[in-house]
């Protein structure tokens, strides 16, 4: 790996203990012992990339997915010794040949079995959309070590732990809009763009599992934008709103699945720990607006996360999206409640990857 300090390629005898033998500065991860294979250079490139040199903030859940990405779309399966088990295969069955032994039939077969097996099943995708390192332990896996060694998260990086929900003051005035987003990274980001200031917009947690709490933390008036993930709940938390809120615009503004998976650049992921329920799935269902390959995919855990959206686009959009719910209703934000107003990104403008356009 390349030091970040004097840029010397070191070899792992020459940086024990994260330090470099040349400058003898520590720093802070090795691609030989993170799961990610991150290095602090490729961390610093693809922050700026999120952060379009600064100009935006971006959080750790952001930046964990770009630093995941192409892993989650490649997949994490490592067919292994397959090569070294065909090889085999092909000299024991010499053996049994030309040897007369009948056991190193069996051996050539078994090798041969295990060989294609891994090839197969690497070529059918095994592994795809896992992430080798879960978003949960990315804080302490990728973030503690930096913050040890550099003092701070990596630049334009802001943090999104604790409750990143900002609390209107009791003496403000009524928010032009609501926007209700289960996810704190999301949040955190929007708020340290400043969007709620510029629009007067009041943020609110959105819950993972829908609650009747939520209807009670909601301002009483103004449009409610729902800003979540291309899943199964995200879908739900839209229509639990508009059947407990009637007469109050409520804008599906988040990812569009039908929309997003059109997409050849969108990469998706699944969680085993967040499978939608069976009575989830049956109130999807029940919706009719799905097909039923869209509900076996949703049932497997699969989703298109906002935090893979490239944090300009996002910004962007809902930018645009509470400016016009500020202002009052008008064609578009009508057209947005029916369809779902984000859509995932294409191509970057030069036609590059969005994570290679990031660099």
């Avoid at 993930?229 to 699945?257: F, K, W, Y």
């Avoid at 300009?312 to 779902?340: H, S, Y």
Wanted: some cysteine; glycine content about 10%.
């Amino acid at each position: 790996m390349t030091c970040p300090h004097c840029e010397r390629n070191l070899l792992r005898k020459e940086r024990t203990g994260n330090i470099c033998s040349h400058c003898r500065r520590a720093y802070a991860l090795d691609p030989k012992t993170n799961s990610l294979r991150l290095n602090d250079l490729r961390v610093r490139r693809i922050a700026t990339g999120l952060t379009d040199d600064g100009r935006i903030h971006v959080t750790p859940g952001q930046l964990w997915y770009a630093l995941s990405r192409k892993r989650i779309r490649d997949g994490d399966y490592d067919p292994g010794c397959a090569g070294g088990a065909i090889v085999f295969a092909v000299i024991s069955a010499f053996v049994a040949g030309f040897g007369g032994l009948p056991f190193w039939w069996y051996v050539s077969g078994v090798l041969l079995a295990i060989g294609f097996g891994n090839l197969i099943a690497h070529a059918m995708g095994a592994g795809r959309g896992r992430a080798p390192l879960p978003r949960s332990l990315f804080r302490d896996a990728a973030l503690v070590p930096w913050v040890r060694v550099y003092g701070t998260l990596p630049p334009g990086v802001v943090d999104d732990i604790g409750d990143p929900w900002p609390q209107r003051p009791a003496d403000a005035p009524p928010p032009n809009a609501v926007l209700v987003c289960p996810d704190p990274s999301i949040t955190a980001f929007l708020t340290a763009d400043g969007l709620p200031e510029r629009h007067g917009i009041a943020m609110v947690e959105g819950p993972e599992h829908v609650r009747s709490s939520l209807l009670s933390a909601l301002p009483p008036r103004g449009p409610v934008l729902v800003l979540h993930d291309a899943d199964a709940r995200g879908e739900l938390l839209v229509q639990h709103l508009r059947a407990n809120l009637p007469g109050r615009p409520v804008v599906d503004a988040g990812l569009s699945l039908r929309t997003v998976r059109a997409q050849p650049k969108a990469v998706a992921y699944r969680d085993p720990l967040h499978k939608p329920s069976p009575e989830e799935m049956r109130q999807l269902g029940a919706l009719g607006t799905f097909t039923p390959e869209e509900l076996k995919w949703l049932a497997r855990g699969w989703r298109f996360p906002l935090v893979g959206v490239p944090p300009v686009k996002l910004l962007a959009v809902v930018d645009r999206l509470a400016g016009q719910a500020a202002r009052g209703g008008d064609a578009e934000r009508r057209r947005a409640t029916e369809v779902g107003f984000m859509t995932w990104p294409g191509a970057a403008p030069d036609g590059t990857d969005p994570e290679d356009a990031s660099r």
